[in-house]
């Protein structure tokens, strides 16, 4: 009896679940344009964001290209990102083709002073972590279809305490015809792998299983829903985001994730917003993004690509 793809998803879920989540920087996307839509890009990936949301975008790129962009986060985290798309195609039939992606991202705290357990001020320390993407997508029949899968190789430090693991994840595409309206349908599962121990503390890396939906209206307007589940820590997202081309080289995106956890609340009525833009000049393109958090501040995303 063959099982289907679903099927074996579900399989390699159900063998993995643990009861603490943690790796809660795997959660940071890579990139400013999904940010400002509102995460829903599970569906819309088309540059090396699709690292980190869905693989199978890796092959709809088109041409090679580089990214940079850094990000400062709340509470004095900071947040780069570097990587690098190249389709085989343009080579050797390598893999039967289809688009390799590289990408190296660092999530950095600043000094962390240290209290004991009664309270009392201590040394201070550090915390950093840190992940390698690979990731290889190829269409499937047809450019209307595509599929992806993703490795990384993770390392996390808490002051003394390091440790290292490896993950994995799979992603799909498909665009279908609705009348005259082209709709791009979407589904990844991120994080599968063994957790992480730092010092006496095991946890695992926040599993997440994706699904989107995207499409085109009059072909300026970009439009994204989302809906993401993290069983571990029984969170369940659900995003929508916007894209509007002003003109071919300027765009302004907005979007919006609500979250059934306590912390869209406790961080103010805005927690959840994004905004941003996106400048294209010449073969190169500026993207920013702007969330705001309430009382613990906001985080702005910058980042440059370039396509050749």
């Given amino acids: 009896m063959r099982k289907s793809p679903l099927l074996i998803l579900f399989l390699l879920w159900s063998t993995t679940v643990r009861a603490e989540e943690g790796a809660a920087f795997l959660k940071i996307l890579s990139g400013a344009r999904p940010v400002a839509m509102g995460e829903a890009y599970t569906a819309v990936a088309d540059d090396l964001s699709a690292l980190g949301t869905n693989a199978a975008g890796l092959s709809r790129i088109g041409a090679r290209e580089d990214s940079f962009m850094h990000a400062e986060l709340f509470g004095g985290t900071h947040h780069d990102f570097l990587g690098y798309a190249h389709p085989l195609s343009q080579t050797a039939p390598v893999l039967g083709g289809g688009t390799l992606g590289f990408g190296l991202q660092r999530i950095s705290n600043d000094t962390i002073p240290g209290r004991d ?177 309430g009382d613990l501040g906001e985080a702005q995303r910058v980042g440059l690509s370039t396509r050749f």
């Avoid at 306590?262 to 009525?269: E, K, V, Y």
């Avoid at 993207?287 to 705001?292: I, L, N, R, V």
């Fill in 117 to 293: 357990a009664n309270g009392a001020p201590t040394s201070s320390f550090g915390a950093s972590d840190t992940a390698l993407d690979f990731g290889y997508s190829r269409p499937l029949f047809d450019s209307r279809t595509s599929l992806g899968i993703t490795a990384k190789v993770i390392r996390s430090q808490l002051a003394e305490a390091t440790d290292n693991t490896a993950a994995f994840g799979l992603g799909a595409m498909h665009t279908v015809e609705l009348g005259k309206q082209a709709v791009t349908f979407g589904a990844a599962i991120a994080n599968l792998g063994p957790g992480l121990k730092l010092g006496d503390k095991d946890s695992s890396l926040p599993l997440t299983l994706a699904f989107g939906a995207s499409t085109k209206i009059s072909g300026a307007l970009l439009v994204a829903a989302d809906f993401k589940h993290r069983p571990y820590s029984h969170e369940t997202v659900f995003g929508f985001g916007t894209e509007y081309a002003l003109l071919s080289s300027f765009s302004l995106r907005a979007g919006y994730a609500a979250a059934n956890t306590a912390s869209n609340t406790l961080n103010g009525a805005l927690s959840g917003l994004g905004v941003g833009f996106g400048l294209k000049i010449y073969k190169a393109k500026l993207d920013y993004s702007f969330t705001p958090a």
